[in-house]
Nanobody, 123 residues
């Protein structure tokens, strides 16, 4: 299983970015997915999660109404649309997958990880 993330970068506060994650090596639409981030000096946290079909989602309170997680099962891809970005959204962002198909909010249940990519929001 390989998760290949892309789409990080530098943006000003109030701007937007779109992250993508390509999944290969398995049947993508069997599995839930999630986005995590790790800010400097902080623990990695779950930002958003989605179930196998895309019909159920979870968002951390800090990103609700600003971020949108979605997936395209035909393209084996996961997305994170980040709007109204704030400096506190700065961090390394990871896509990841649990071993099941539901919305998983327990970080320890995630078993597959993509490489992290930096998102920096300047004030």
């Amino acid at each position: 299983v390989q998760l290949q993330a892309s789409g990080g970068g530098l943006v000003q506060a109030g701007g937007c970015l779109r992250r993508s994650c390509a999944d290969s090596g398995r049947t993508f639409n069997f599995y839930g997915m999630g986005w995590f981030r790790q800010a400097p000096g902080k623990e990695r946290e779950l930002v958003a999660a989605i179930n196998w079909s895309g019909g159920s989602t979870y968002y951390a309170d800090s990103v609700k109404a600003r971020f949108i997680i979605s997936r395209d099962n035909a393209r084996n891809s996961l997305f994170l649309q980040m709007n109204s970005l704030k400096p506190e959204d700065t961090g390394v962002y990871y896509c990841a997958s649990p071993s099941g198909g539901g919305v998983v909010v327990v970080p320890e249940s995630y078993v597959y990880w993509g490489q992290g990519t930096q998102v920096t929001v300047s004030s």
